[in-house]
Every structure is written in C-alpha cells, then in structure tokens.
Nanobody
Framework: QVRVVESGGGLVQPGGSLRLSCAAS????????MAWYRQAPGKERELVAR???????NYVDSVKGRFTISRDGTKNTVYLQMNNLKPEDTAVYYC?????????WGQGTQVTVSS
C-alpha cells in the first residue's frame, strides 16, 4: 500500500520562508514523478511544482524564482522550499506521487501567509 505524508506547514509572515516535506512509502519507484499541489479556499486545486526522473522540474508561473522542489531519491522524499511567501500562497498543500498503479495523495498541510 502506498502512503504519502506531508509535513512542514504553518503560519508565516509575508516575505518569510517555509520548507515542506513529503515522504512516500510502499511499492513505489525512485523514478516515480512527485509533485506539490495547492488548494486555496473557493479555488480549484492547482499544480505548484513537479519533479520527474532525471531531476527535471516544472513550476507554475506564480512561484517561479521563489519556490524550489527537490528530491531525495534514496528516501522517496520530496521537498518544497518556499521563499518570499505572499498572502496569495495561503492554501492547503498536497503531495502526489504518480505510479504505474495510479496517483496517490497525502492528507495535505496548511500554509498560511499573514501578518
């Protein structure tokens, strides 16, 4: 059974930083793409950043230059370093791993950017 667990959310002031972690376990490959999504109140879930085999990454335009996704392949753990946070980054952040059996989501972690 695949299990995905996020951590690292919290309350931060505008301009601050947070680092999210996502640990995946179970019958998965270190080559399985992993991604961070977020969902703000009243909005649809959106892809924030993705990392695939070979270390290639993609970001939504609104976070480019501020967020960095990285992966520890030996632990099937993915990180999202978020710098210069803005109030509009407030959302529940979800981690997803894509496998040959389908996509698996974590429970989400709340990020609130407010003064």
């Amino acid at each position: 059974q695949v299990r995905v667990v996020e951590s690292g959310g919290g309350l931060v002031q505008p301009g601050g930083s947070l680092r999210l972690s996502c640990a995946a376990s179970g019958p998965i490959s270190s080559l399985s793409p992993m991604a961070w999504y977020r969902q703000a109140p009243g909005k649809e879930r959106e892809l924030v950043a993705r990392i695939i085999s070979g270390g290639n990454t993609n970001y939504v335009d609104s976070v480019k230059g501020r967020f960095t996704i990285s992966r520890d392949g030996t632990k099937n753990t993915v990180y999202l370093q978020m710098n210069n946070l803005k109030p509009e980054d407030t959302a529940v952040y979800y981690c997803k791993i894509s496998t040959t059996l389908g996509g698996y989501w974590g429970q989400g972690t709340q990020v609130t950017v407010s003064s």
